[in-house]
């Protein structure tokens, strides 16, 4: 199956209960071979009228965070959601949401075989994670998604409303891009040593 097939089938799915409030499936974007994939909660407003995601404000500063490491979207990077339905209200997407969504995101991340995954916020990362864990305690560190260095930083939404947080969400991007650059040649295990090093230098 193709990418452009999956998001088809995601475009007619009925699985739960967010396909009878959604405008628009907000599939993902960007360059199907993407080194880097930023991966949100679920579409906002006006994702979910345009289809598109991180369109909003928090968008904004999503491509303020990509441009500050040299990256632009559709440029080596794919962006999505856990769920790619908006939650009415912009709730959190339930349990049952995620898990049902969850085929798609595990489908893309196959098809694209980024380098590197980046959570954005606790959704994200407890989501991909499977963890219950705090974002502080989740972020500075490799994590290992089915084989992906997987690192974790803030949501852009939570930075706009927390602007003291963003000198840590540079560290975050630091880290990221020194662990793209590594994932092209190492594998995750070595990553995490040779990032270990440096961080407790
Ligand atoms: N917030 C998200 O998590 N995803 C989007 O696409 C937009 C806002």
Known sequence: MTLEELGSQARA??????????????????????????????PGAREDATGEPFVGQAG??????????KLKRGNRVYITNIVKCRPPNNRNPTLNEAKQCEPYLT???QLIKPKLIVALGKV?????LQSD???????????????TPLIVTYHPAYL??????????WEDLCLAR???????TLHTSLIKSAVRDVLDR
């Open 13 to 42: 799915c009925n699985l739960c209960k967010l396909a009878a409030t959604r405008k628009k499936v907000v599939f993902g974007e960007g360059n199907p071979q993407a080194r880097l994939m930023f991966i949100g909660e679920g």
């Open 60 to 69: 904004k500063l999503l491509d303020q965070m990509l441009a500050a490491i």
């Open 107 to 109: 489908r893309q991340i």
């Open 124 to 128: 994200a990362a407890q989501n991909l």
């Open 133 to 147: 864990d705090s974002i502080s305690s989740l972020r500075g560190k490799v994590h290992d998604y089915s084989g």
């Open 160 to 169: 706009l409303r927390n602007p003291q947080d963003k000198a840590r969400a």
């Open 178 to 184: 020194e662990v793209a650059a590594l994932a092209i």
